[in-house]
């Protein structure tokens, strides 16, 4: 339903209690307003659409949603405080209301956000749904418009320790959008079934999920805001469901070659497409973060990363159109794979190579590589000297 179409109910008293001042933005499934409490109080209230409110199970599935957001207590989770139905049938929640803004909005306010603040929100993130994972409780549509930023100068008062912090939107609805038993019936009437830009793979072929998805979910939200991009993108919205569902998604230093190699190496796993090669929960993936926020190597990943990868491969040096690495002769090349992704890290045990080359070296272990080399294309700055280079290479 559009913004248009939802905003017939502003002005009007649902209840003889709350009187819907505003349209703060409609989805496919509901809209939500701020409320005006008789008493005063203002809250928002979201109202499942007419179409969803025509379903029996839609409507039992929204209460019980909803009584199991609110069965956790979580700073991160958005309070529910009522639910009722509206003279027309529709059931509604009464929920607190947030003075702030969305990620979308701030990333588009801002023109991007820097990594540290990627890192901390993600962090806020995934202490809720660790909270909720534990109660049996999935999100499905973990996406930067679903989660709001408050306590920043917008009305709002700062979270403990000070700061903006992020609030995870849109608990009460999460199962009904994936729920198998509806998606027949979601499908003929026309309802969005979450988000593909954000769906793994399984979620985008219409599979049972499990809290993996949301942290897959998480892991391309990250990836949006650090490479200012999808996972996949496509001319039409059925062309993106089908490569959600098909493709890997691209290792994140592929699009994003600055992001440094701990925050890729967190990404990549997140986006695993086997979700077995993903985080098995979200404190794991918590853990990693808060150690990228210390400035220290991903444990979780790294170790992940390290039983994945092959031994260190030896390179045959070849001449280099602009020289050797170093006046003493060829440098001494090891091959770590970073990830489980594409990404291969090049670690010089030596000096710096020439600044501008490109520099070819032969691959000795057919049976890994698809390619019989690799290129190494460095940027114009030489890297410090004694200080080991990694880089991004192409197989």
């Known amino acids: 339903m559009s913004s248009e179409t939802a905003s017939h109910r502003v002005g009007t008293t649902i209840r003889n209690k709350w009187t819907l001042e505003r349209l703060l933005g409609a989805g496919g499934m509901a809209a939500v307003y701020v409320g005006v409490h008789r008493i005063g109080r203002r809250d928002a209230l979201k109202i499942l659409h007419p ?14 949603e909803a009584q199991a957001a609110n069965r956790f207590r979580h700073p991160g989770a958005v309070e529910i405080r009522d639910i009722d139905v509206a003279e027309d049938g529709a059931p509604f929640l009464v929920m607190e209301l947030l ?42 549509d973990i996406k930067p ?10 009305g709002d008062a700062p979270a ?15 199962r009904i959008r994936q729920d198998s038993s509806l998606q027949g019936e979601l499908t003929r009437m026309g309802l969005v079934l979450g988000t593909t830009p954000y769906m793994p793979p399984e979620q985008a072929k219409g599979r049972d999920i499990d809290a993996r998805a949301d942290l897959f979910a998480v892991g391309a939200t990250m990836f949006r805001l650090i490479a ?12 993106l469901l089908l490569k959600m569902g098909r ?8 699009r994003a070659p600055y992001a440094p190699r701990d925050v890729c190496l967190v990404v990549d796993r997140a986006l695993a497409f086997d979700r077995d090669q ?33 031994d260190a491969i030896t390179l045959r040096e070849q001449p280099s159109p602009r020289g050797a690495a170093d006046e003493g002769g060829p440098a001494t090349i090891a091959v770590h794979p970073a990830s489980v992704s594409t990404s291969i890290a090049v670690d010089w045990s030596d000096e710096p190579p020439v600044s501008g080359g490109s520099i070819t070296k032969e691959w000795v272990r057919p049976e890994a590589a698809k390619e019989d080399s690799i290129a190494v294309d460095w940027s114009d700055e030489p890297l410090d000297a004694g200080a080991p280079a990694s880089r991004p290479a192409r197989r």
């Not at 409110?53 to 839609?58: F, L, V």
């Not at 909005?105 to 901390?120: D, N």
């Open 51 to 64: 179409q969803a409110a025509q379903s029996k199970e839609i409507c039992d599935r929204f209460e019980r």
């Open 99 to 140: 003075e702030g803004e969305s990620l979308a909005q701030r990333e588009r306010r801002l023109g991007g956000l820097p990594l540290a603040e990627v890192l901390r929100f993600t962090a806020q993130v995934l202490d809720t749904l660790a909270a909720a994972h534990a109660q049996g409780i999935i999100h499905r």
């Open 145 to 154: 418009p679903n989660l709001y930023v408050v306590g920043d100068g917008a």
């Open 160 to 174: 403990q320790g000070g700061g903006p912090r992020i609030k995870v939107l849109d608990f009460g609805l999460a």
């Open 228 to 239: 200012g991009r999808h996972v996949h993108e496509a001319s039409t919205d059925f062309d």
């Open 247 to 254: 493709e890997p998604a691209p290792p994140l230093a592929q």
């Open 278 to 310: 993903r985080y098995p929960d979200a404190r794991q993936m918590l853990e990693d973060v808060r150690a990228l926020l210390r400035s220290e190597p991903p444990p979780c990943a790294s170790r992940f990363a390290h039983a994945l990868a092959p």
